[in-house]
């Protein structure tokens, strides 16, 4: 049984910064990339940014120079540091990741709970 627990997320005001956690627990041989998506009301779920399991990275185009993704593989954790916050980075941000893990075969695809950032004007 696999599991991506997030953490992080909160209320903040525009220009302020917050840090999400994303942390992939259970029998895990290895992960591929990981990833942020963000969703609002009536709007499918969007991308916000991908690493892959190189280290390289995509961002969706309005949070390029404000956010910044990591991962440390030794924890199976993805990071998503975010600056300069506005009013529209607000929804319910979500974790995936693509990975092996015992007992299943093949890749398999899993998202995390979702955590809630809101940033106020």
């Known amino acids: 049984q696999v599991q991506l627990v997030e953490s992080g997320g909160g209320l903040v005001q525009a220009g302020g910064s917050l840090r999400l956690s994303c942390a992939a627990a259970g029998s895990i041989l290895s992960i591929n990339d990981m990833g942020w998506y963000r969703e609002v009301p009536g709007k499918q779920r969007e991308l916000v940014a991908v690493i892959a399991s190189s280290g390289s990275t995509n961002y969706a185009a309005s949070v390029k120079g404000r956010f910044n993704i990591s991962r440390d593989n030794a924890k199976n954790t993805v990071y998503l540091q975010m600056n300069s916050l506005k009013p529209e980075d607000t929804g319910v941000y979500y974790c995936?990741?693509?990975?092996?893990?015992?007992?299943?075969?093949?890749?398999?695809?899993?998202w995390g709970q979702g955590t809630q950032v809101t940033v106020s004007s």
């Open positions: 995936k990741a693509h990975l092996y893990s015992t007992g299943s075969w093949g890749q398999r695809q899993y």
